[in-house]
C-alpha cells in the first residue's frame, strides 16, 4: 500500500474528521468566551473590586538595558483562568446533558406489580396454606 493511499485512509476515517470539527467549532467557541469574559464578566469584577482592571494588573520585576519596565503581567493570567473556568463549566453542562439523554434514569422505588399478578399470588398463598 503507498503511503498517499494509507494517508488518505487515514484522513478520511470518521474519528480523524470528527475531531477536525471539534478543533475549529471549539475554537470559534473559544473566542466567544473570550469575548463574553473580556466584555461581561471581567468589568463586572472590576465594578467588585473597585474599578479594578484584571488585564492591566501586573508587576515590574526590572528594567530593560533601554530604560523601560521589564513587566509580569499576571493579570492576563487572571483573566485567561477566568476564560477556562468558564469554558470548562459550559463542557460539563453541555456533557452532562449528553450523558442524561444517553442513559435512562434508572428508578430505585420497586415498579408495582400489576392487579392480576397480586391476585394470583395471594390466590397461591392460600393454596399453599391447604
Keep these: 500500500m503507498s503511503l498517499a493511499k494509507e494517508f488518505k485512509e487515514f484522513a ?62 499576571y493579570g492576563l493570567f487572571v483573566q485567561a483562568t477566568v476564560d477556562f473556568i468558564i469554558i470548562a463549566f459550559v463542557i460539563f453542562l453541555a456533557l452532562r446533558g449528553i450523558n442524561k439523554l444517553k442513559k435512562p434514569e434508572v428508578s430505585t422505588t420497586p415498579a408495582v406489580p400489576p392487579k392480576q399478578e397480586v391476585l394470583l399470588e395471594e390466590i397461591r398463598d392460600l393454596l399453599a396454606k391447604r
Design 12 to 73: 478520511m476515517r470518521g474519528n480523524v474528521i470528527d475531531l477536525a470539527v471539534g478543533v475549529v467549532i471549539g475554537a470559534a467557541f473559544g473566542k466567544i468566551v473570550s469575548a463574553f469574559v473580556d466584555a461581561v464578566v471581567m468589568p463586572v469584577l472590576g465594578l467588585l473590586t473597585s474599578g479594578m482592571d484584571f488585564s492591566d494588573l501586573a508587576e515590574q520585576i526590572g528594567t530593560s538595558p533601554d530604560g523601560k519596565p521589564v513587566l509580569l503581567k
